[in-house]
Structure formats: C-alpha cells, structure tokens
C-alpha cells in the first residue's frame, strides 16, 4: 500500500478572518508553520464556509507549573500580594497541595501550556525560571523567550535581583516584574521605587499594577512601558483590579490569566468575566491578546493572521458578532486551535485534516464536548491533571468517508 506523505500546506478556504481593520473575506493558506495569502496548488483544503479565522490568543502572564495547584481559600481580600504569599506558607502543608507539588515539574509545565492550548492560547509568556521541559519539541504552546525578568520588589527572595536583572536586559526586550499588586501603602509605593533604582523604562513589563494611582498610570504611559492586567486574579485576591481604559487607549495593556492558584481557568474565561462586568468590549479585548500583545511583547509574528505570520489560528463558527464569535465563548465552543501550521486539538469532524497532516490523534472530551486531541499532548497523566478534560473512546480515530459533513478533503 503506498502512503501519502504528511502535508504540511493547507488552504483554509471561504472562511472570515479577523484582522485588526475588521472582517475579511479571501481564502487563507497556511505554508509549513506560516500563513499565506490565497490558495496553494495541490495543497489539503478545508472548507471553512461558515467560520472565522482568529489569531492564536498571547496569554501575557501565566506561571505554567502551578496550575494544578490547590488554591489557598480566603474569605477576605489581602492587602498585597506579600501577605498572600505569608499566608499560603501553612497551606504549602495541605495534603492536596503537597500531592500536586511531588508531581514532576516538567509534566506541571506541560499541563500548564496544555490548559492555555484548549482555550485558544497559542502563545504563553511564563513568569518563573526557565525549565528544561520548556525547549522540548513538541511543548503544546510557543513560550517568550529571551526576556528579563524579576518576581517583585519585596519578598520572597525568588527569581534575579531586581537591578541586576534589568541591567542584563537588552533595551530591546522586555523586562517583566509583578508590581503594585495591592492596594495598600505598600503597593502604592512601587513604581516610584522602581523608578528611583532605574528599572523603569519603555521595555518594563509591569504586572497587576493594581496599586497605581493616576499620576502613576500617567509615568508608565510616558516612558513607554507595559501593564499585564490580569483581573480575575486581582479581584480573588485584592478585591478590585486597576481601571484599563487609560492604559488600553494609550496602546500600553496587555492580558494575562495568571496561574489558577489565583487567577480564572484560562484567557477565554478571563475574557467572559471582563465582558460581563463591561470593562472593555470585545474587539479590545481580542486586541489585547493578540495584536497589543505582539507588539508590546516583541513576539513578531504573533497575534495576527497577515501573510508572513505564524500560523497560529483558532477556528470557530461565524455567529455574526464579529470579535464576539471568540471573545465571550468557552473552550469546548472553540472548533479547532491551529498551532505552527497544524491542528491540535478540533472537533471530531476535522478527522480528514489531522490525517492529510500525519498527526495521529486522541478521541476525548472537553467539558462534555467530543474532539480530538494531538497523540502527544494525550498522555495518561496529562490528561488527568486537566479537569473537564477526558479519553473517549478508541486512541486513534480512523477516517470514514462519511465522517467529514463540513466538506474538507
């Protein structure tokens, strides 16, 4: 029997794609890890018609290896972040949490990038020393590299010194440390400390900053530097988050989910919550997770369906809402997540594309929904760190020439 070699091009064909001027018809190919524009000859076309083309989301702040952490349950909000930290120490001793922390590091990165990968995110910028597992192959997400960072200010002594670290930073690329987050005296004083060491300037990655006041807001915005919001983190754990307006308007926001010891299950839920509180729409929350994101992080190629891009993707039904057919939906609704010109994980009737791209698949479910998963993001204890998310069925799903409705081939 002769096999058809893996292809590595395909045209995504009579699908909408979001782009920063808005929706915008005309077939999109994807050629090796890169989107093109229009068809290519011979290449394995999906029929889209119906669908929206998305860039793959940037979650700006994530610590990937705690994910599967039990959180630390407080019926009052902390003052900072500092007092936060002192109080999980006793919690460090939880049976639950110490059970989560003996399973290896590398396998709690791995679940990490996982949890972001179902929820759209293609791109991860990950606040914590680098590890081994993070240059691997087949790690289900693409990481920021070749950035400086520091945890904070005060407390833990964790992570580079703080003047040593931005010194060692080329100007060019960002320089990342929580900071501000609280809102007491103590998080009202940051930036102007960090400031006066030196450390703030047009390449500083400022993360929360929930303790800062207009005039601070107002420094940032003039030396050019960025904020990574992460607000369901800060409201669990502060009570209140920073306004965004002032800083998305200027073009200096970012979005993170932070890990789930404080933050939302993933971008897409810290999207629904901002939306519902009616903070920003959805077209600027799409922007801060794609386009912002790219540009303020230096993560070229990112964040953009443009000829040239990385072809990072996600794939959902076009409902009309424009930005809201992915800002305002949950993962399971998500149709498939394209990541360096391959699918990962889709709906079931996407079978044809992960068999024309040679990627053996996972039959499982997503919160209830069925999909297929990329066989090496589906190893047992991986799957059984994410919650909602389980095998189903057979471990590698067969075509049928009747399993295809949507018309790909």
Known sequence: MTMRAPSVHATLAH????????PARGPLSIDGDRLAAGSIPRAFTVDLRGHMLFPGLVNAHDHLHVNAVPPLVSSAPFANSYA???AFQEHFLAPDVVAALQRPKGLRMRHGALKNLLAGTTCVVHHDPWHQTLDTADFPVTLLRDFGWSYALGGPSYGPPVQASFQATPPERPWIIHLAEGTDATAAAELSALDAMGCLAANSVLVHGVGMDDADIGRVIACGATVVWCPGSNR?????????RRLYEAGRLVLGSDSRLSGERDLLEEIRGVLSRGELDAAGLLRLATGDASRLLK???HGSVAAGSWA??????DRGRGAGNLAGISRHEIRAVVRNGMPRIADTD?????EAAGID?????LDGRAK?????????ALIAMEPGLQFKGASRMHLHETSFAMGVH
């Open 15 to 22: 699908a909408v794609s979001m782009t920063p001027a808005g």
């Open 84 to 86: 936060w930290i002192e």
């Open 236 to 244: 669990a754990l502060l009570g209140r988050s920073l306004d965004p």
């Open 299 to 301: 993560l070229h190629g």
């Open 312 to 317: 990072n993707l996600v794939i959902v039904e």
């Open 350 to 354: 996407f079978a044809a594309w992960f």
């Open 361 to 365: 698949t996972v039959a499982v479910t």
């Open 372 to 380: 297929l998963l990329d066989k090496r993001l589906a190893t047992p």
